[in-house]
């Protein structure tokens, strides 16, 4: 099962809108369910997709091998990806998250779906819930 709030899964499917026909890769980023303020009958453990990294952030070194050099140590562990040509599933360009988010158009809700590493397909749960603020430290 894979758990994302609904306003990152409708801002990921806005970028992939907006950028059709290119394709959208953005490393996601996951809050444990424990942190919200709502009571989301999970474990307080179970990772909840909240944020993602501007694909710009990391500059020309980008991804290297499927790593995101850009994306802070121990973050990451999960990608959003659009193939505005299809298909709904993980291809083998794709695979380098342990958990992978796919869209097509007509970049609804109905048109993504979720994998695995090893291209299985997994429950996506879209959950109605703000993810905790966040503050800067300075």
Request: net charge negative; with cysteine; aromatic share 8%.
């Amino acid at each position: 099962m894979v758990y994302i709030t609904r306003g990152l899964l409708d801002a990921l499917l806005e970028m992939a809108d907006a950028e059709e026909p290119s394709s959208v890769s953005v490393v996601l980023a996951s809050t444990p369910a424990g942190e919200f303020q709502a009571d989301l009958d999970l474990d307080p453990e179970t990772p909840v997709l909240t944020h993602f990294y501007f694909p710009e952030a990391s500059g020309s070194v980008t991804a290297v091998f499927g790593v995101d050099l850009g994306t802070p140590a121990g973050r990451g562990r999960a990608r959003f990806v659009s193939h505005p040509q299809g298909p709904l599933e993980a291809t083998r360009e794709d695979t380098f998250a342990a958990a992978l988010v796919v869209a097509v158009p007509p970049w609804d809700e109905a048109s993504c779906a979720a994998f695995d590493r090893n291209d299985r397909e997994l429950d996506l749960d879209v959950l109605d819930v703000e993810p905790p603020e966040e503050t800067v430290a300075g």
